[in-house]
């Protein structure tokens, strides 16, 4: 399975992006998919989970009510939307796919897309 992950840029603090997640060499329908992030220096943090159906969705607390994760099975894709956007959001954003159904934690991912830069200014 193959992810590409787009839609990072340079935002000022409370704006807003959507970062997107395109899949291929797979049966998409097959995979929870989540978001994690990494800045420079810090550990890679899980930002957003969803479950195969879509049906069920988790978010840490540090972007509860701010990011929101979807997708759409008919188009392979899964997305990223981020609102209220501050400084400390500022990092490499990277898709991933599993095999388990609901998964917070890096090594329950199978399948790592590239990664997008996100960057808030203040």
């Known amino acids: 399975v193959q992810l590409q992950a787009s839609g990072g840029g340079l935002v000022q603090a409370g704006g807003s992006l959507r970062l997107s997640c395109t899949t291929s060499g797979g049966t998409f329908r097959s995979y929870g998919m989540g978001w994690f992030r990494q800045a420079p220096g810090k550990e890679r943090e899980f930002v957003a989970g969803i479950t195969r159906s879509g049906g069920s969705t988790v978010y840490p607390d540090s972007v509860k009510g701010r990011f929101t994760i979807s997708r759409d099975n008919a188009r392979n894709t899964a997305y990223l939307q981020m609102t209220n956007l501050k400084p400390e959001d500022s990092a490499v954003y990277y898709c991933?796919?599993?095999?388990?159904?609901?998964?917070?934690?890096?090594?329950?991912?199978?399948?790592w897309g590239q990664g997008t830069q996100v960057t808030v200014s203040s």
């Open positions: 991933a796919a599993t095999m388990g159904i609901l998964e917070l934690r890096g090594d329950r991912y199978d399948y």
